[in-house]
């Protein structure tokens, strides 16, 4: 049931873009998207709701295709701060339990 | 705002002690708290749904007697992990939904890194 996350690792450099995607076998309720430095606890970014999309942040963006089943992150103009890796927590439970299964992570890391 | 606090940040214990790590929403009431397990480089992992005033419910595969769960009030949750043994070794991290405001976000403390010797 752990979705899965594409690509597993980028390298960018400042400026640059990057989409980092999050592909369930299972029919999505709710999509929430976190960013981890090293050491750190999850940040959260946004949510994406079963219907409808949220935005937490301007050059970071989201989607959510609820038929294919995945989430598309979107880094625009990225900078040295995006570094980290992202995970998606995904929510199968149409009930809201907030109960979150998460991807394996994709590292980003942005050079100058 | 949205701020989740954990204590204590680092524990090192011996093998067959107990350790008690203690998850607060600093700003804001939680009902619902959950528990996170991460190993290096890898996942979260989700042990267990703290309900205030109730039960804690535990996923497939978590020991409810190895790690008891209280959520006592709106703001804090515990998690003790009985008669630790290295294998536990791990980063514990909590996660809180605020009541209201539709209760879809989390957000989560800064984790608990547990060294079992």
């Known amino acids: 049931q752990q979705p899965v996350q594409s690509p597993q690792a980028v390298i960018l450099r400042e400026g640059e873009d990057a989409v980092i995607n999050c592909s369930s076998s299972?029919?999505?309720?709710?999509v929430h998207w976190y960013r981890q430095k090293h050491g750190e606890a999850p940040v959260f970014l946004m949510i994406?709701?079963?219907?409808?999309e949220q935005k937490g942040h301007e050059k970071i963006s989201a989607s959510f295709n609820e038929k294919k089943q995945q989430s598309s992150l979107y880094l625009t103009a990225s900078q040295l701060s995006y570094s980290g890796t992202y995970f998606c927590?995904?929510?199968?439970?149409?009930?809201?339990?907030?109960?979150?299964?998460f991807g394996q992570g994709t590292t980003l890391q942005v050079k100058p | 705002g949205a701020v989740v606090s954990q204590h204590p940040s680092r524990v090192i214990c011996k093998s067959g002690t107990s350790v008690k790590i203690e998850c607060r929403s600093l700003?804001?009431?939680?009902?619902?708290m959950f528990w996170y397990r991460q190993f290096p480089k890898q996942s979260l992992m989700l042990m267990a749904t703290?309900?205030?005033?109730?039960?804690?419910?535990?996923e497939q595969g978590v020991e409810k007697d190895k790690f008891l769960i209280n959520h006592a009030s709106l703001t804090l949750s515990t998690l003790t992990v009985t008669s630790a043994h290295p294998e536990d070794s791990s980063f514990y991290i909590c996660?809180?939904?605020?009541?209201?405001?539709?209760?879809?976000?989390?957000?989560f403390g800064p984790g608990t890194r547990l060294t079992v010797t």
């Open positions: 994406l709701l079963k219907g409808g």
């Open positions: 703290s309900n205030e005033g109730s039960k804690a419910t535990y």
């Open positions: 996660s809180a939904r605020p009541v209201g405001g539709g209760g879809y976000e989390q957000y």
């Open positions: 700003d804001f009431q939680a009902t619902t």
């Open positions: 299972k029919a999505l309720y709710s």
């Open positions: 927590g995904t929510d199968l439970d149409s009930s809201n339990t907030g109960k979150l299964i």
